[in-house]
């Protein structure tokens, strides 16, 4: 596809989330405090799992390069849209906005395919327990890892190229709070097709992948979970995959929401608005959500901030006094 630009783009405007004045220090508030939750909470993930021995095996290796990419993931977007708040600007540079689309492409694809790892994982755990070591050795974690970046870099890299290519109209107001790739196409003046085709594509293999995958896992999950006779064992089998399939639901169906939404409506405000769910809230639960239901990172937190011994120190003494 030839470059056809007869004008030198210099810069597109970002309409954000609302236009209304009045709004402004509320979303500044609201999104600056959503961005602050979101990093100091999937840091603690990240710091936790590093600093407790316990926890260096490959569920929590994948876990933490998972809150690192959603650190990365709301940082590409979040920062610039609340520096445009407050400066009351509206203003991207063109290359400013095309490295943006580059990254959001990079680390959201990143998060697809570290949740795929993920349901790997506790497939491997929970139908293959006794090989479980053998077959996630550190060499197979750190090279499906690898392969994520590699994969999510040259897919994210062809968009980009291709939208370089584009040639844009006068009309350079992106109906969103990021540079998104399909608004980007959108404002271009020529014919669109393989950009459209790519983006169709794109969707179906970089989204419908590991998706495929993750479903594949948890129905041999759930066959393994049948088969198991007690209660109680079904229910440890299950408590382990809860945390993911929590992250999993959220992640997809407010994606899939967010196209559907804005397939129906065919409205750009919509679309910023339910994108918030995806590349905002779905980073924030991460934390939580694996926090909340989960022992040896709730125990890891406590021995990282020093807790434990604090709590278990007065106990242990006054026991000792007993008589």
């Given at each position: 596809?030839?470059?056809?630009?007869?004008?030198?783009?210099?810069?597109?405007?970002?309409?954000?989330?609302?236009?209304?004045?009045?709004?402004?220090?509320?979303?500044?508030?609201l999104f600056l405090f959503m961005y602050l939750i979101t990093v100091f909470g999937n840091l603690l993930i990240i710091l936790a799992v590093s600093s407790d021995s316990?926890?260096?095996?490959?569920?929590?290796?994948?876990?933490?390069?998972?809150?690192?990419?959603?650190?990365?993931?709301?940082?590409?977007?979040?920062?610039?849209?609340?520096?445009?708040?407050?400066?009351?600007?509206?203003?991207?540079?063109?290359?400013?906005?095309?490295?943006?689309?580059?990254?959001?492409?990079?680390?959201?694809?990143?998060?697809?395919?570290?949740?795929?790892?993920?349901?790997?994982?506790?497939?491997?755990?929970?139908?293959?327990?006794?090989?479980?070591?053998?077959?996630?050795?550190?060499?197979?974690?750190?090279?499906?890892?690898?392969?994520?970046?590699?994969?999510?870099?040259?897919?994210?890299?062809?968009?980009?190229?291709?939208?370089?290519?584009?040639?844009?109209?006068?009309?350079?107001?992106?109906?969103?709070?990021?540079?998104?790739?399909?608004?980007?196409?959108?404002?271009?003046?020529?014919?669109?097709?393989?950009?459209?085709?790519?983006?169709?594509?794109?969707?179906?293999?970089?989204?419908?992948?590991?998706?495929?995958?993750?479903?594949?896992?948890?129905?041999?999950?759930v066959s393994s979970i049948c088969g198991i006779s007690s209660a109680h064992g079904k229910y440890k089998a299950f408590s382990t995959c809860v945390s993911h399939l929590?992250?999993?639901?959220?992640?997809y169906f407010s994606g899939l929401g967010v196209y559907l939404s804005s397939a129906a409506t065919h409205s750009s405000h919509s679309s910023a608005t339910g994108s918030?769910?995806?590349?905002?809230?779905?980073?924030?639960?991460?934390?939580?959500?694996?926090?909340?239901?989960?022992?040896?990172?709730?125990?890891?937190?406590?021995?990282?901030?020093?807790?434990?011994?604090?709590?278990?120190?007065?106990?242990?003494?006054?026991?000792?006094?007993?008589?």
């Open positions: 596809m030839e470059p056809r630009n007869n004008t030198k783009i210099s810069k597109f405007l970002l309409l954000g989330l609302a236009e209304e004045i009045e709004l402004q220090p509320l979303i500044f508030g316990h926890l260096h095996t490959p569920m929590y290796f994948f876990l933490s390069n998972l809150s690192f990419v959603d650190i990365c993931f709301i940082s590409t977007t979040i920062p610039k849209m609340l520096w445009n708040v407050q400066m009351q600007s509206q203003v991207i540079t063109y290359e400013g906005c095309i490295t943006q689309m580059y990254f959001y492409i990079l680390f959201g694809a990143l998060d697809d395919f570290l949740l795929a790892v993920m349901a790997y994982d506790r497939y491997v755990a929970i139908c293959h327990p006794l090989h479980y070591t053998v077959i996630m050795n550190p060499w197979l974690c750190g090279c499906l890892v690898l392969a994520s970046w590699i994969i999510s870099a040259v897919y994210s890299l062809l968009h980009s190229l291709m939208v370089l290519h584009l040639s844009f109209c006068s009309d350079l107001e992106i109906h969103h709070f990021f540079c998104e790739t399909k608004q980007l196409v959108q404002l271009a003046c020529y014919d669109t097709f393989l950009n459209n085709t790519m983006l169709c594509f794109g969707a179906v293999i970089m989204g419908g992948g590991p998706l495929t995958g993750i479903l594949y896992s948890y129905s041999k999950i929590s992250i999993v639901s959220l992640f918030v769910m995806y590349t905002v809230v779905t980073p924030m639960l991460n934390p939580f959500i694996y926090s909340l239901r989960n022992k040896d990172i709730k125990r890891a937190l406590k021995r990282f901030f020093g807790m434990e011994s604090f709590i278990k120190g007065p106990f242990s003494l006054g026991l000792k006094k007993c008589p």
